[in-house]
């Protein structure tokens, strides 16, 4: 069976983050021919071509659920709701690992690690749990009225109530072998979820409810998904390298740049991958800008 994919999805108001992810594993995918495949919400012919120049093939989204004619779609959800189907979309490899267009690899350890669990069998994701974000102390209990009302409008009142105190388990970035259970269930309660209008997290709370208690999930710490709308992280110039912003200051190993509120200060203290040396004028959305020299 062959080696690992890497899979993803964007369209192009992404496109400019998604080549930071595709350029923070190019050279991983060549040394060990990993595939990678983007999943195409919306590029245009340009961002499509530049893909395929950076041995990542671009495919047209499935729509194994017939979502576009539900309520509550939206066309970003092709990139969500094939996850749990990955194995059946692209056959023949015996992991999985998803990375969501707005994270990069930032370590050498972060492709490197998700696949170490996988070849033993586990599932690997991350909690969204670190004693340096923001949804700690004061800030808790609107995180979990956020929850709370996130399940609900998913899957109603008693999931609410049964799960909103209890971590997310984030589905932006994953690695699953191909034989591993979580797919069967994680489709089932995908299924669920799809009774009531779609909603943006349907896909990750089926995640979250397929792989709450299985032994055969490997619960990876934070900066393996850095997610930056909770905490920013800090720049260690002497290392060359984003690192927690607590000690022990362990450094990022996949940045998550979620949060689209924030993009712009993301982008003003170049928290992308090589610190967006790669951003080309016309790669950026209208209502940014690229940073310019004095602020670098």
């Known amino acids: ?48 071509a530049w893909f395929a120049g950076q041995a990542v093939e671009v495919l047209p989204p499935p729509d194994l659920l017939d979502a576009t004619r539900r309520e509550g779609f939206k066309p970003y959800m092709l990139g969500q709701l094939c996850r749990p189907y990955l194995p059946e979309i692209l056959p023949g490899h015996d992991a999985y690992v998803w990375l969501d267009a707005d994270t990069w690899v930032a370590h050498d350890e972060g492709l490197g690690g998700l696949l170490h669990v996988a070849r033993f069998g586990l599932a690997a994701c991350c909690p969204e749990v670190h004693p340096a974000y923001s949804t700690t102390g004061r800030n808790a209990a609107p995180t979990q009225r956020f929850w709370a009302q996130a399940w609900h409008d998913a899957y109603g009142p008693d999931a609410a109530q049964a799960f909103q105190p209890i971590p997310m388990l984030n589905s932006g970035v994953l690695a699953i072998p191909a034989a591993h259970g979580l797919w069967e269930r994680w489709q089932a309660e995908l299924l669920l979820a799809i009774r009531r209008p779609l909603t943006h997290l349907s896909e990750q709370l089926a995640f979250f409810r397929a792989a709450l208690d299985r032994p055969d999930i490997e619960r990876l710490p934070a900066h393996w998904n850095w997610l930056a709308n909770f905490c920013p992280p ?63």
């Open 234 to 296: 800090r720049w260690h110039g002497r290392m060359g390298q984003w690192i927690e912003p607590a000690y022990p200051h362990t450094p990022i190993r996949i940045l998550h740049l979620a949060g689209a509120i924030l993009r712009p200060q993301y982008l003003q203290a170049r928290m992308l991958h090589a610190g967006g040396a790669y951003l080309e004028p016309g790669d950026l959305p209208a209502e940014l800008d690229l940073p310019t020299p004095q602020e670098a």
């Open 1 to 48: 069976m062959p080696g690992p994919i890497i899979v993803t999805a964007t369209d192009r108001s992404l496109f400019w983050l998604a080549k930071g992810l595709v350029l923070s594993t190019l050279a991983q995918r060549r040394r060990d021919g990993i595939r990678m495949v983007c999943f195409d919400l919306g590029l245009d012919a340009g961002q499509a």
